[in-house]
């Protein structure tokens, strides 16, 4: 990693922000605010930088094209010159959970436990991406019949009072989520030690533009669901229901979620060492029925073409292999972030859905 640290002159520290992970879904829209609304300077480490060519020759912006672990001398150097870091930068697809753990495992723990070192060394805010994975299970799922066998189980997950039920060591889909989880741990501990400042952020299933990739035109395997449905859709082949598309999830648009970031950064005391699920508790349902709805919304707008539209069946085992394990049901409790930060998102499933869905067509219609 070339030396990075740009030397504008008469910008002090506390304009700085280091994006590991810029160029990712998430990052790419932070980034884009980041530079159109505020005054920060920004130094974003990624690996690409697809999502973000129309950034790259931005006067706040200096951009690195590498391993953020490439070279810890000179990540030292550029945090150390900076007052938070928004950490982005992980495996999170969960086709990756049971095919590469261990890689999934490194890039969620053992390497961006650095950055807590480095972070506390040099008293610079830690912003953490974290997952609602780490909630696991809901309660019910334990009980086939849904019952919770007497426990209550009010259906929102909440920071404080919420269990994390996850499956067996060989279900290898929950290596992310306890990788994820530990780190939040060591999170707490670092800041429990006053050694750190820090904000956990848990997102809900973010969607947008720019989401994933389509596979065999800019990626190959098994993206998130929302690449997989637009892909299916571009190729007017069936969208895949995993294990009949039963699981529930509640899906933020990715506006509402940047918005989120921008009051964590407004809110830094407000923000201190706590934790905040950012989700959309109004836009939950199943993936049957996002599969349906993706498809009348596309009908909508660009017709169905010869052969329909349609949904299959697949088994979880068939998708992704042995170890997969999938969280039932997701619905984010957003008190804290309401009462600390102010926010809440606005945008509804469908409309979010038409702007994902519009962005989708416009960026792959030529191929
Ligand atoms: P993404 O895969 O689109 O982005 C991750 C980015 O990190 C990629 O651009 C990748 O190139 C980069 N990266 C990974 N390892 C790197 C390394 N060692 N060096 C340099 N760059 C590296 O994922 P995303 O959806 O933007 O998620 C970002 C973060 O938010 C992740 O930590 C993820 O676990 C978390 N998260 C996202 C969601 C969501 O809804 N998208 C939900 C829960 C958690
Ligand atoms: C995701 C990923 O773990 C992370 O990106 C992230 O931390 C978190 O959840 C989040 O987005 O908040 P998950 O929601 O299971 O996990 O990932 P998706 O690939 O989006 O799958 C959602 C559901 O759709 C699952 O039930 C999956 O089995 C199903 N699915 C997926 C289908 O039915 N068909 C498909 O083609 C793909």
Avoid at 286 to 297: C, N, P, R, V, Y
């Amino acid at each position: 990693m070339e030396d990075s640290v740009k030397k504008e002159n008469g910008t002090d520290r506390k304009n700085r922000i280091v994006i590991p992970g810029c160029g990712g879904f998430i990052g790419s829209h932070i980034l884009r605010r980041l530079l159109t609304k505020t005054e920060f300077f920004v130094t974003g480490i990624d690996r690409s930088s697809s999502r973000i060519t129309d950034l790259l020759g931005h006067s706040r912006l200096n951009f690195i094209e590498a391993d953020i672990y490439s070279d810890s001398e000179n990540l030292r150097n550029i945090i150390s010159t900076s007052s938070v870091v928004i950490s982005l930068a992980a495996l999170c697809n969960p086709s990756l959970y049971t095919s590469i753990p261990v890689e999934v495992i490194e890039s969620n723990f053992v390497k961006p436990y650095q950055l807590i070192q480095l972070c506390s060394e040099n008293n610079v805010w830690l912003i953490h991406f974290s997952t609602c994975e780490v909630y696991g299970k809901t309660k019910a799922a334990l009980f086939s019949d849904g019952s919770c066998n007497g426990l209550r189980d009010s259906g929102a997950f909440n920071e404080d009072t919420s269990q994390m039920i996850v499956g067996p060591v060989s279900a290898q889909r929950w290596c992310y989520a306890v990788a994820k989880q530990l780190y939040e741990r060591a999170l707490f501990a670092w800041g429990s030690e006053n050694r750190l400042k820090y904000t956990i952020i848990r997102p809900f299933n973010f969607i947008g533009p720019d989401m994933d990739y389509i596979p065999g035109i800019d990626g190959e395997g098994t993206p998130r669901v929302l690449a997989c449905f637009m892909k299916a859709l571009l190729t007017k082949t069936p969208l895949k229901l995993v294990d009949g598309g039963m699981s529930r999830r509640s899906f933020t648009y990715i506006d509402d979620a940047v918005d989120a970031i921008v009051a964590v950064l407004k809110h830094p005391d407000a923000s201190r060492n706590q934790i905040f699920n950012i989700g959309n508790p109004a836009n939950e349902l199943s993936i049957k029925e996002l599969a349906h709805l993706m498809i009348s919304i596309y009908k909508d707008l660009y017709g169905a073409g010869e052969n329909g539209l349609t949904v299959e069946n697949v088994s979880s085992r068939e998708f992704y292999g042995a170890g997969y394990e999938d969280c039932d049901r997701r619905i984010p409790d957003i008190s804290n972030a309401l009462r600390q930060l102010g926010w809440h998102p606005e945008t509804n499933l469908e409309i979010a859905l038409r702007k994902t869905v519009q962005a989708y067509v416009n960026k792959y219609s030529g191929f």
